[in-house]
């Protein structure tokens, strides 16, 4: 089959990735399941891989498929495999767990102590082909896209977990302040705007992306080329700050606003990363403020994220681009050239 391949780390995305023929993969456990790629959505994280800014993080054996976020029909599964059948269309949950240590009881997937990840600790979904476990495959209801709902599997799965925890602390009439609408940024306002009854206000530096979020549901934006973002949220929430931060861009510049735009006791959410957080500690003890990770998110909140698709309530911006493309991908991502989220269709 086809896949496209990371040889060695670098910074060129122009040649990041090779496609070549390598075995398709076969059932090697009970539990396994095969399914044919039908659309894998490219990731800024993808591009971190490729960078090697994950390997202080993970191990990772050269070369290896990339690909997290993935979708398509089943073609064979395990002996054991009840969940799924030949032919059913499935989303896949980024990990593959174990089930049995502790964080997996709990349900906290993405800190499963056996955990393998598709695309960043093994072969991933920019292939023909890809092996998953019946855990992480979620069938889809009918009429879905699998192309089009591919990036939900990270991207956003990864949004509706922040805007998740995010809304366990609002209350009507608060205030929330989205950052970046972009690839991540226009799923995640879509999911606060289904489930919290509060005002959103956008930020980010493109005219088009501030337009789009009033289209999603903003009820302000704010231009940071433009006016001072602190004084902009202040004047909005007469001064008393937004109750949450959703930064889905996580630079130096953004992670920064956290202390002068969230409300007492208050939290600015990181979900983009590649920055640093440069605060003194006061900041965190005045106030009560925090800042707070974001790791993908749960099985289970992939499956609510599907009904909120299924329902009309989210809906992705995407383009699609063949195997051969996947370098292409990669520079544009680099140089911020791609609206929504871009999706390899295999």
């Known amino acids: 089959m086809q896949a496209a391949r990371l040889h060695e780390?670098?910074?060129d995305m122009s040649q990041a990735l090779t496609v070549e023929e390598i075995d398709r993969p076969e059932i090697t456990r009970s539990d396994g399941v095969v399914i044919e790629v039908e659309g894998a959505g490219w990731c800024q994280t993808d591009n971190h891989i490729i960078e090697g800014m994950w390997t202080d993080y993970v191990e990772q054996d050269l070369p290896m498929t990339l690909g997290h976020e993935n979708a398509g029909e089943v073609v064979e599964v395990g002996e054991e495999v009840d969940l799924v059948g030949e032919g059913d269309k499935v989303i896949c949950h980024p990990v593959m767990t174990c089930g049995k240590c502790r964080p997996c009881r709990l349900g906290q997937d993405m800190y499963c102590e056996n955990l393998e990840f598709p695309g960043l600790t093994t072969d991933g979904g920019f292939a023909e082909y890809l092996f998953t476990s019946e855990r992480s495959v979620i069938p889809l209801p009918e009429g879905v896209d699998t192309t089009d709902i591919a990036p939900h599997?990270?991207?956003?799965?990864?949004?509706?977990?922040?805007?998740?925890?995010?809304?366990?602390e609002l209350n009507p009439g608060d205030h929330a302040v989205v950052i970046g609408v972009g690839g991540l940024g226009h799923i995640g306002l879509q999911c606060l705007e289904a489930m919290s009854p509060v005002t959103i206000t956008a930020i980010d530096l493109k005219e088009e992306a501030r337009e789009l979020a009033e289209e999603l549901g903003a009820h302000h934006t704010v231009d940071p080329t433009s006016e001072s973002v602190?004084?902009?949220?202040?004047?909005?929430?007469?001064?008393?700050g937004a109750q949450q931060v959703i930064d889905f861009v996580g630079r130096d510049e953004t992670t920064a606003y956290g202390p002068d735009i969230t409300a007492a006791g208050g939290d600015h959410h990181i979900v983009g990363y590649g920055g640093h957080v440069h605060q003194p500690s006061q900041?965190?003890?005045?106030?009560?403020?925090?800042?707070r990770g974001t790791l993908v998110g749960e099985y289970t909140e992939l499956q609510e994220l599907v009904a909120l698709v299924e329902r009309g309530d989210v809906e992705l911006r995407t383009s699609r681009y063949d195997l051969d493309d996947v370098n292409t991908v990669a520079e544009r991502l680099e140089h911020g050239e791609i609206e929504g989220r871009a999706v390899i269709t295999p």
């Open 230 to 240: 602190a004084d902009a949220i202040d004047e909005i929430t007469d001064g008393v």
């Open 153 to 168: 599997a990270d991207a956003g799965i990864t949004a509706y977990h922040a805007v998740k925890k995010a809304d366990r």
């Open 283 to 291: 900041t965190l003890v005045n106030g009560e403020f925090a800042y």
């Open 9 to 11: 780390y670098t910074e």
